[in-house]
């Protein structure tokens, strides 16, 4: 099966959850522009996590994409707390 044909059939098969997760209030704050620096933070840190799972599975790596996203969630991390001055963050209740 070709990369493309992967892709498109990936795609097919996971729309429910896309669609599920585009209607989490998480989400829908994160669209309106409306979101508390610490809850995004939040968000951004759980997301963070699992593509560390993610990108540390050595079947992942065996695809060969190179496609590294849990170094660019660190870097928004950062940026987050820099900007709004958030130092430490429980991640209970977001």
């Not at 959850?17 to 759980?46: A, F, G, T």
């Not at 599975?57 to 900007?83: C, F, G, P, R, V």
Request: glycine fraction near 2%; include cysteine.
């Amino acid at each position: 099966m070709s990369e493309t044909n992967l892709r498109k059939k990936a795609k097919t098969i996971t729309s429910h959850i896309h669609k599920y997760v585009e209607n989490l209030p998480i989400m829908k704050e994160i669209m309106s522009s409306n979101l508390d620096p610490k809850r995004y933070l939040k968000y951004l840190i759980q997301i963070q996590g699992i593509y560390n799972a993610i990108e540390s599975n050595k079947t992942y790596s065996e695809l060969d994409w190179n496609l590294y996203l849990a170094e660019n969630y660190q870097s928004d991390i950062n940026s987050i707390q820099t900007m709004f001055g958030i130092c430490e963050l429980s991640l209970i209740h977001i």
